[in-house]
């Protein structure tokens, strides 16, 4: 395990550096690239600072030496401030608005999965199956803007259409907290269809299998012997999934930040496209913690392979048979 660990984690490494110098060479590359600021003293400072009129190579290394030393990631000359403050003070809004519909959704989806792969075409399968096909094909966004039209503008059930701040909460805290309602409902109700078609299919696939059989006439109950073999099977598909998922939590989402009027980290992205030039420092903050994240993501999905699947550490010599 340790020897494997550290090949994936010399791998993320590597593929890491070479991908974060791609995306700097790229974003060099572009025209206006470098901010033009109104202050000259100030342009010559930040020029000096991060080596705007070096070669691309050398503006990369000073780039990751001031990230280590110095913690700043860049000059953004439309927030006129370093673009990891400004994006980093951005997150905990949208990890306040994800969190919970993700930690709902997933046990929630995984539920309806095994129910409807046990009732397989009975009525109850039907049922969910029909949910799950309408919340497909119908996009979130649409949803959103269905339910606050008639929760909120036709029923007046809801307090706000737009979730509150962190001002709000001060002031008035259980008003606040009454506004995440609708968007942590219909987050989770939209989050859900997928991985419950996923987990339907998977799990009834491993229901057939020849194991199952030989689990019953050992004397396991259908039950048993689904949450004992068959679902930790069908589940292994989905855990690096899972642990990717956490990148949506961080990195927010454009249209539902948008739509709930959440200042989070979602709408900075198309914010720093929009401007005029870019803000091509905030775009490769926002790439390089992207991709950090990522691929951190696979390593523990990768991770979880061994703790939920056998054949894994068999395959790797830790098991013999």
Not at 13 to 37: A, D, G
Not at 106 to 122: F, H, Q, R, V, W
Not at 136 to 150: E, R
Not at 157 to 171: C, Q, Y
Request: aromatic content about 14%; glycine content about 6%; proline content about 5%.
């Amino acid at each position: 395990m340790a020897s494997y660990l550290m090949k994936r984690m010399g791998l993320m490494v590597i593929t890491f550096i070479v991908t974060v110098f791609l995306f700097f060479m790229f974003i060099k590359l572009m025209p206006n690239s470098q901010p033009t600021l109104n202050d000259p003293i100030l342009q010559e400072r930040y020029a000096e600072r991060e080596g705007w009129n070096e070669p691309i190579p050398v503006q990369f290394g000073i780039w990751v030496n001031n990230i280590f030393t110095e913690g700043s990631f860049g000059f953004s000359a439309n927030k006129r401030q370093d673009v990891g403050a400004y994006y980093f003070s951005k997150m905990p809004a949208s990890i306040q608005i994800n969190i919970i519909p993700y930690l709902l959704s997933i046990p929630i989806a995984i539920s309806l999965g095994i129910l409807a792969a046990l009732y397989k075409n009975k009525w109850i399968d039907n049922l969910i199956s029909v949910g799950i096909m309408v919340f497909i094909s119908i996009p979130y966004f649409v949803v959103i803007v269905i339910i606050q039209f008639v929760f909120y503008f036709e029923l007046s059930w809801l307090p706000s259409h737009v979730v509150a701040t962190s001002t709000d909460f001060a002031s008035n805290y259980w008003w606040a907290l009454s506004t995440y309602f609708m968007p942590v409902a219909v987050l989770t109700l939209v989050s859900v269809p997928g991985l419950a078609r996923s987990v339907r299919a998977e799990l009834t696939e491993q229901l057939t299998q020849d194991y199952m059989l030989l689990a019953r006439s050992k004397g396991l109950t259908k039950r048993q012997a689904t949450f004992r073999h068959a679902l930790k099977n069908a589940l292994v598909p989905f855990l690096p999934g899972i642990f990717i998922g956490i990148i949506g939590i961080i990195n927010g989402g454009l249209i539902t930040e948008k739509l709930f009027r959440v200042d989070g980290t979602g709408r900075i992205y198309l914010d720093a496209f929009q401007s005029i030039p870019p803000d091509y420092a905030m775009l490769m903050l926002i790439t390089t913690f992207g991709q950090f994240i990522a691929l951190l993501s696979a390593i523990v999905g990768d991770l979880s392979y061994t703790l939920i699947d056998p054949r894994v550490r068999v395959g790797s010599g830790k098991l013999s048979w």
